[in-house]
């Protein structure tokens, strides 16, 4: 037999061999797992589950809540925001930031924070971020699988596609690495491994539970919060986030001057025409459900952004309505928050940053609350 042969021979049958891994480990995961439904939503990470199991303590109580990135959970201090805005109302807010959090998979997080959860919510801040896609580093984690079904997938997609501050070779790479984590999701090769890994890791967060502090309301400065820093050494990464930070602080600048120049060109209506309108009518889409709900949302644009970030995110949030967003991202009107002194490294804050940050946030919505009260905001 010609070599030609053997090779096709060895091809089909490992072809074959795929096929028999995929239909039998999409049947592990749809008929032993999925209809148990046996992992919570939050289920991916430490992190997240411990927020939303906290959360859930605390639901009946908190009124306003923010979920955003790493940026938001190591910037958003609820008792700083609280203490400043309690002569307008009796706010209890809670941060539900985490690490390496953006669009698409915050929608995931807003579908089960927001819109599919009984609460109290009258204010939720919604970080405004950038189309994310996965980096060949996280691709075929958890986390990149976790949160997909068909109507995130669509979405990813056309937002993508319609994307005008995209370079295509970035649409590509997003488009193939979103196709794949999608499919792993649905397909579920490694279902039962994440299901026995989720058990094992939920019986060793029981005592973490029991350790949070009652007050806990889900900011987490750095130097982080142990209990819930249970990924990383969060004070290791501090101290090394601001070493760096303090021998070279040119990223940081660098930040500074593309945030002015930015907004300076945001001002001159400088590619403000490059709106993604999938991406706009989704947000649109989430703000009548919200309000729907009672549910006054408010998009926030927070600082140390990247370029793609601004290129991305600034024509969405210009064309949002004006009492549905603040902006405490341009350094040439907060240039505090870009200074050394209140950072924690090059993208977040330290405990000081912080407060300034929670600070800035209180005076914005409170002049968003005297439009409400005035009648010159109806919704």
Same mark, same amino acid.
């Given at each position: 037999?010609?070599?030609?042969?053997?090779?096709?021979?060895?091809?089909?049958?490992?072809?074959?061999?795929?096929?028999?891994?995929?239909?039998?480990?999409?049947?592990?995961?749809?008929?032993?797992?999925?209809?148990?439904?046996?992992?919570?939503?939050?289920?991916?990470?430490?992190?997240?589950?411990?927020?939303?199991?906290?959360?859930?303590?605390?639901?009946?109580?908190?009124?306003?809540?923010?979920?955003?990135?790493?940026?938001?959970?190591?910037?958003?201090?609820?008792?700083?925001?609280?203490?400043?805005?309690?002569?307008?109302?009796?706010?209890?807010?809670?941060?539900?930031?985490?690490?390496?959090?953006?669009?698409?998979?915050?929608?995931?997080?807003?579908?089960?924070?927001?819109?599919?959860?009984?609460?109290?919510?009258?204010?939720?801040?919604?970080?405004?971020?950038?189309?994310?896609?996965?980096?060949?580093?996280?691709?075929?984690?958890?986390?990149?699988?976790?949160?997909?079904?068909?109507?995130?997938?669509?979405?990813?997609?056309?937002?993508?596609?319609?994307?005008?501050?995209?370079?295509?070779?970035? /649409?590509?790479?997003? !488009?193939?690495?979103? +196709?794949?984590?999608?499919? #792993?999701?649905? &397909? $579920? @090769? %490694?279902?039962?491994?994440?299901?026995?890994?989720?058990?094992?890791?939920?019986?060793?967060?029981?005592?973490?539970?029991?350790?949070?502090?009652?007050?806990?309301?889900?900011?987490?400065?750095?130097?982080?919060?142990?209990?819930?820093?249970?990924?990383?050494?969060?004070?290791?990464?501090?101290?090394?986030?601001?070493?760096?930070?303090?021998?070279?602080?040119?990223?940081?600048? /660098?930040?500074?001057? !593309?945030?002015?120049? +930015?907004?300076?060109?945001? #001002?001159?209506? &400088? $590619? @403000? %025409?490059?709106?993604?309108?999938?991406?706009?009518?989704?947000?649109?889409?989430?703000?009548?459900?919200?309000?729907?709900?009672?549910?006054?949302?408010?998009?926030?644009?927070?600082?140390?952004?990247?370029?793609?970030?601004?290129?991305?995110?600034?024509?969405?949030?210009?064309?949002?309505?004006?009492?549905?967003?603040?902006?405490?991202?341009?350094?040439?009107?907060?240039?505090?928050?870009?200074?050394?002194?209140?950072?924690?490294?090059?993208?977040?804050?330290?405990?000081?940053?912080?407060?300034?940050?929670?600070?800035?946030?209180?005076?914005?919505?409170?002049?968003?609350?005297?439009?409400?009260?005035?009648?010159?905001?109806?919704?």
């Amino acid at each position: 037999m010609r070599n030609s042969d053997l090779m096709k021979q060895l091809l089909l049958k490992l072809l074959l061999l795929s096929i028999l891994v995929i239909i039998s480990a999409s049947a592990v995961k749809y008929i032993f797992y999925q209809q148990k439904e046996d992992l919570p939503w939050a289920f991916v990470s430490n992190q997240i589950y411990l927020k939303s199991k906290i959360y859930e303590k605390k639901q009946n109580s908190v009124n306003t809540i923010f979920i955003g990135s790493s940026v938001v959970r190591r910037g958003f201090n609820p008792e700083v925001f609280d203490s400043l805005t309690l002569n307008w109302r009796k706010p209890h807010s809670f941060n539900f930031g985490v690490n390496w959090m953006g669009t698409p998979e915050s929608l995931y997080m807003i579908d089960h924070i927001l819109l599919n959860n009984s609460s109290n919510l009258d204010y939720a801040f919604i970080e405004l971020s950038k189309l994310k896609y996965v980096d060949y580093a996280n691709l075929h984690t958890t986390r990149a699988t976790y949160w997909y079904n068909s109507e995130y997938m669509i979405f990813t997609v056309q937002a993508f596609l319609e994307s005008q501050t995209t370079k295509w070779f970035v /649409k590509i790479a997003a !488009l193939l690495t979103h +196709a794949v984590s999608y499919l #792993e999701n649905a &397909i $579920g @090769l %490694d279902h039962w491994h994440i299901v026995t890994d989720f058990e094992t890791r939920k019986s060793r967060l029981g005592d973490t539970l029991d350790f949070v502090p009652a007050n806990y309301l889900g900011f987490d400065a750095l130097a982080g919060n142990p209990e819930l820093d249970t990924e990383v050494n969060a004070e290791e990464n501090v101290q090394i986030g601001i070493k760096k930070l303090l021998n070279d602080s040119s990223g940081l600048h /660098k930040r500074k001057l !593309l945030s002015a120049a +930015a907004f300076a060109d945001a #001002e001159r209506n &400088i $590619g @403000l %025409d490059k709106v993604n309108q999938v991406y706009l009518e989704k947000l649109i889409s989430l703000k009548k459900e919200l309000l729907d709900r009672g549910i006054y949302p408010i998009f926030v644009l927070a600082p140390r952004a990247d370029k793609r970030q601004y290129e991305e995110v600034l024509p969405l949030f210009y064309a949002l309505p004006t009492q549905n967003r603040i902006n405490i991202a341009d350094s040439r009107k907060y240039p505090e928050l870009y200074s050394v002194q209140l950072s924690a490294d090059e993208t977040h804050l330290n405990k000081k940053g912080a407060a300034r940050f929670s600070e800035i946030l209180a005076n914005e919505y409170l002049k968003i609350m005297e439009l409400r009260k005035s009648g010159e905001i109806t919704q």
